[in-house]
T-cell receptor, first 122, second 107 residues
Framework: EVQLVESGGGLVQPGGSLRVSCAAS????????MTWVRQAPGKGLEWVSV??????????YYADSVKGRFTISRDDSKNTLYLQMDSLRVEDTAVYYCARGLTYNGNLCDYRGQGTLVTVSS | AIRMTQSPSSLSASIGDRVTITCRASQGISSYLAWYQQKPGKAPNLLIY???SLQSGVPSRFSGSGSGTDFTLTISCLQSDDFATYYC?????????FGGGTKVEIK
């Protein structure tokens, strides 16, 4: 069974940094598209980033709102996806979900976790 | 970025009703349109992809149609388990974008 467990959320001050993780089991993160999506409290879904399958240098894409501040990556030895978030803003407050891409199109997402809450506040 | 506009933002319906939600893209996206269902406190769940293909395990009362810029999600006979928020998403080009959501509530 595929499991994706997000962790690492918490309270951080504006301008600070945080790294959230997504530990996978039942699937190999290096072999598939992996995506982060977020949802601010009481708001809709916002696509954040995707990393393509493959080795080092896999293609990555970002939402305009996080480009230059967030970095998606993975550790193949730990089968874990990461989102490094720098220069955090109040508007980055959200539940962050990771998802695996489906075989027929990697940008179609299968969400398995409960998300991790990131709160940016002074 | 491609803007996705959903309507209505919310609706009230009864069990057994036929419900239709529309989604419009700011530019043509062929059939690269997905619909997700989300219940409170839960992650989204894929219902429809390719504008009209039913994801495995999703009840046949859900259907999708459209191409280019205009799309619809139809629930043919609303069930109690269908009260949720529905989102369209284009996966034609990066950055991927979601519609604002449609909350389906019990009348």
């Amino acid at each position: 069974e595929v499991q994706l467990v997000e962790s690492g959320g918490g309270l951080v001050q504006p301008g600070g940094s945080l790294r959230v993780s997504c530990a996978a089991s039942g699937v190999t993160v290096s072999n598939i598209y992996m995506t982060w999506v977020r949802q601010a409290p009481g708001k809709g879904l916002e696509w954040v980033s995707v990393i393509y399958p493959g080795g080092k240098g896999s293609s990555t894409y970002y939402a305009d709102s996080v480009k230059g501040r967030f970095t998606i990556s993975r550790d193949d030895s730990k089968n874990t996806l990461y989102l490094q978030m720098d220069s955090l803003r109040v508007e980055d407050t959200a539940v962050y979900y990771c998802a695996r891409g489906l075989t027929y199109n990697g940008n179609l997402c299968d969400y398995r976790g409960q998300g991790t809450l990131v709160t940016v506040s002074s | 970025a491609i803007r996705m506009t959903q309507s209505p933002s919310s609706l009230s319906a009864s069990i057994g009703d036929r419900v239709t939600i529309t989604c419009r893209a700011s530019q043509g996206i062929s059939s690269y349109l997905a619909w997700y269902q989300q219940k409170p406190g839960k992650a989204p769940n894929l219902l429809i992809y390719g504008a009209s293909s039913l994801q495995s395990g999703v009840p046949s009362r859900f259907s999708g149609s459209g191409s280019g810029t205009d799309f619809t999600l139809t629930i043919s006979c609303l069930q109690s388990d269908d009260f949720a928020t529905y989102y369209c998403q284009q996966y034609y080009s990066y950055p991927l974008t979601f519609g604002g959501g449609t909350k389906v509530e019990i009348k």
